[in-house]
T-cell receptor
Framework: GDSVTQTEGLVTVTEGLPVMLNCTYQTAYSDVAFFWYVQYLNEAPKLLLRSSTDNKRTEHQGFHATLHKSSSSFHLQKSSVQLSDSALYYCALSAYAQGLTFGLGTRVSVFP | ETAVFQTPNYHVTQVGNEVSFNCKQTLGHDTMYWYKQDSKKLLKIMFSYNNKQLIVNETVPRRFSPQSSDKAHLNLRIKSVEPEDSAVYLC?????????????FGAGTRLSVL
């Protein structure tokens, strides 16, 4: 079945510095979309980015990601993190009519 | 802005009891879902439902069942809870059930089984 592998555990980063969260995937389907969701403490997961176009950069709220089908990756990056970026980040894929398959989540903690 | 509403926010119960969680979406979406978020924050789909078709994750125990009155509501019933059912249950909806559609989540119902 489909699977998503992302940077595990906790990533700590100093405010103002860059961050990259890795995401790779496996799927047998060709009609697939990719997502990054962010979940703040005690809140619902919210869409951060989505893409289904190979080699096209997608940006939102200072974050960006590019889908690379050749390497089965959809890494998330931000050039300068803020304290408010501290949250749990999920990479996910959606294939056919099966809902989203999520990675294990990466917690980002930003320190002053 | 919340458009997927879940009740209750929290529920504490004992092993063997029956519980039911409610979910309503006001987005006019056609497809709704239930996900389980465990203590390690792993998110796993349990059901998806769009009035015509129910898709069940085959790993979901039979004591779990979705209940829908219309396309805006999808409740979750657990017939006889077990300790491993302690988790956050997240309801979501999307416009269509295809691959290109974004899911919108509710804030979740946290279940604690004593």
């Amino acid at each position: 079945g489909d699977s998503v592998t992302q940077t595990e555990g906790l990533v700590t980063v100093t405010e103002g510095l860059p961050v990259m969260l890795n995401c790779t995937y496996q799927t047998a389907y060709s009609d697939v979309a990719f997502f990054w969701y962010v979940q703040y403490l005690n809140e619902a997961p919210k869409l951060l980015l989505r893409s289904s176009t190979d080699n096209k950069r997608t940006e939102h709220q200072g974050f960006h990601a590019t889908l690379h089908k050749s390497s089965s990756s959809f890494h998330l990056q931000k050039s300068s993190v803020q304290l408010s970026d501290s949250a749990l980040y999920y990479c996910a894929l959606s294939a056919y009519a099966q809902g989203l398959t999520f990675g294990l989540g990466t917690r980002v903690s930003v320190f002053p | 802005e919340t458009a997927v509403f879940q009740t209750p926010n929290y529920h504490v119960t004992q092993v063997g009891n029956e519980v039911s969680f409610n979910c309503k979406q006001t987005l006019g979406h056609d497809t709704m879902y239930w996900y389980k978020q465990d203590s390690k924050k792993l998110l796993k789909i349990m059901f998806s439902y769009n009035n015509k078709q129910l898709i069940v994750n085959e790993t979901v125990p039979r004591r779990f069942s979705p209940q829908s009155s219309d396309k805006a509501h999808l409740n979750l019933r657990i017939k006889s809870v077990e300790p491993e059912d302690s988790a956050v249950y997240l309801c979501a909806s999307s416009r269509l059930g295809g691959s290109q559609n974004t899911l919108y989540f509710g804030a979740g119902t946290r279940l604690s089984v004593l």
